[in-house]
């Protein structure tokens, strides 16, 4: 019989799995989603009669915190997770002065294996279900005081999200359920390095998630070199799927724009990207590379990156340098990685 998990349930499932009546469904739901509490003998609303009966039938959590890192210069925190099956992730708490954001991962690991990125060189493992990308957001908020503010929640942490699509839609709609961390969905994006089958399924949901495409270079055979998923899905047909998202969504996209020293941060790549990016209704976030040991690249200069960002923004492209945050500890963009348990 396989196994009840909990997290990755709405309130009806849980009330139709554990064969409860529907109020006791949504009880759980809000003990697990809105109060975070894990422990079934501390859901005070449910007689000790019943604790006692569920406690063996269900998994209540997923994850454990097993240790938090937080940057001295930003105040980033970076999460480790263990999971059930002892496989690990990272996911991310990044404060900004008016708001804060949580990076998510999808998958222990990736399997697209972008040449700058350290997430991949561990290798891949498999799929995260939607309970534990959902707890990483619960024990992300244990760590942090909020008030009546939700964060932003960026689906750009470990692996590509489409290549989980079914599970990845289902964690955000658990987070923007009203019973439950009740996030807008606005505040939500999920990023893609150009899966173009997803992008066409993501363009048929019908909410206000945001999209982004890691792109990179906007010549294909750098971007094959940089992306290898490009190789499948070339710039013209990425182009075609977004073309098809903008036209059924009306909604605009981001283009994130890793600079690497010497490879892509030339005023000719900034041509090659705004020629390509013009075409949409667009922004570009560009990223100074953060470093990663054993891999053959170099962050560019600030006034490589200046240089880059002038020329869009002179051309009209809505651009901006992204000020990393977290690199101290590695859990800046491209850092993040699958900690291989001893």
């Known amino acids: ?4 998990l909990l997290t990755r349930l709405f309130p009806e499932e849980i009330a139709e799995q554990l064969q409860l009546q529907p109020y006791r469904g949504k009880q759980i739901f809000r003990w697990l989603h809105e ?5 079934i003998q501390k859901m005070t609303d449910l007689s000790k009669e019943l604790r006692n009966e569920l406690v063996d039938k269900a998994v209540f959590c997923q994850t454990e915190l097993v240790h938090v890192q937080e940057s001295s210069t930003s105040g980033t925190k970076k999460i480790l997770l263990r999971l059930r099956d002892n496989q690990t992730i990272e996911s991310v708490l990044i404060p900004h002065s008016r708001r804060m954001t949580f990076c998510l991962s999808t998958q222990v690991g990736c399997p697209l294996k972008c040449a700058f990125c350290a997430t991949g060189k561990a290798g891949f493992k498999r799929n995260l279900n ?31 999200p489409f290549w989980n699509y079914d599970e990845v839609v289902r964690s955000i709609k658990l987070i923007m359920h009203p019973s439950g961390i009740n996030i807008g969905a606005r505040k939500i994006t999920v990023s893609t390095a150009g899966d173009v089958k997803g992008i066409l399924k993501f363009a048929d949901e019908n909410w206000q998630v945001r999209l982004s495409i890691s792109l990179h270079a906007a010549d294909d055979t750098l971007r094959s070199r940089l992306v290898p998923l490009n190789r499948k899905y070339p710039l013209d047909k990425l182009a075609e799927a977004l073309h098809t998202y903008q036209q059924k969504t009306q909604r605009m996209i981001t283009f994130e724009y890793v600079l690497l020293a010497g490879v892509n941060d030339s005023l000719k790549h900034a041509q090659e990207l705004f020629d390509y990016a013009k075409q949409f209704k667009c922004s570009v976030n560009l990223i100074a590379w953060n470093p990663v040991p054993d891999l053959p690249f170099k962050s560019p200069t600030q006034e490589s990156c200046e240089q880059f960002l002038q020329f869009l923004t002179q051309n009209g ?26």
């Open 1 to 4: 019989m396989d196994e009840i």
């Open 35 to 39: 109060k975070r509490i894990f422990d």
């Open 130 to 160: 939607a309970g534990e990308i959902v707890e990483q957001v619960l024990h992300l908020l244990s760590l942090v005081e909020l008030g009546d503010q939700t964060p932003n929640i960026v689906y750009m942490g470990m692996g590509e």
């Open 317 to 342: 492209l809505n651009a901006t340098l992204r000020k990393e945050r977290g690199q101290d500890i590695h859990a800046a963009c491209g850092q993040l990685r699958r900690i291989i348990p001893e």
